[in-house]
């Protein structure tokens, strides 16, 4: 926490996170849309897109229509990165990790811990899997801690834009 007088009056004005995401081979426009939408909301830094991951903007670099229906225009507010697959992902977590990030993994898998235990510090990568395979094993090794939705019914996981939103303000807004 920083303070900060004005007016006389302290104000206590929280030191910014550097928080940033990583959607792992996303395959669908909308989910990616509005996983882009609930980051700009919370503050996330960056979303990093690998592999096939829709983008704001198609290989011609032209605004797509599709991406822009959902995202609302944060796709313009959210710094964001294309990398091309899952090698440039794993180079950039182990960068990342040498900066001093924590990386997390939203997953259900052997280890995995109840998200509503995990604890973000000011520097974090939160990974995000594909909707139907979930977080590639590769990057999954990666991670200092896999957290897990827990869930109640008979459908084995929740969509990722849905379980993204979840966990984000769960950990990032309290």
Known sequence: MVEVESDNVALMIPKKRDIRLLLDNIRSVHNTGSIFRT????GISKIYCVGTTPVPVDRFGRKRKDFAKVALGVEEMVGWELLD?????VRL?????????????????DGSV????VRVKNK????VGNEVSGVS???LKLADKIAEIPIQGKKESLNA?????????RVLDG
């Open 124 to 127: 974090t990568l939160v990974i």
């Open 39 to 42: 980051a700009e909301t919370l």
């Open 93 to 109: 977590i182990k960068k990342l990790k040498k900066d001093g990030f924590t990386v997390v993994a939203l997953e259900q898998a």
């Open 85 to 89: 697959g899952n090698g440039e992902a």
């Open 137 to 139: 094993k590769g990057l």
């Open 161 to 169: 834009a849905v379980a993204a939103g979840i966990f984000l303000y």
């Open 114 to 117: 109840d998200y509503k235990k």
